[in-house]
């Protein structure tokens, strides 16, 4: 049941990833995906955050910046 998993805080910053893949395209999710990758990757080295809890954090972390990736890569509407 969803009242048992745990998914960390962090994945709640894809709706801003899709929002900047429709709204700025490549740049907008360059620099979205950056700013963030770049932040959750400093937070977990320091020892905070949501995925600096677990031995397995560098993998997790390393999945969520992948699926941010492909989440703008995704949603990008081709210029016509």
Known sequence: PLS???LPLGYALFPLVAWAS???EQRGV???VSLISISAIWATAQGV???AEKESSIME???FVAFLCYIG???EVPES
């Open 49 to 51: 955050g949501t995925f």
């Open 4 to 6: 048992h998993s745990r």
């Open 61 to 63: 972390l390393q999945g």
């Open 22 to 24: 429709l709204r700025f």
């Open 30 to 32: 360059s620099l979205a």
């Open 73 to 75: 890569g995704v949603i």
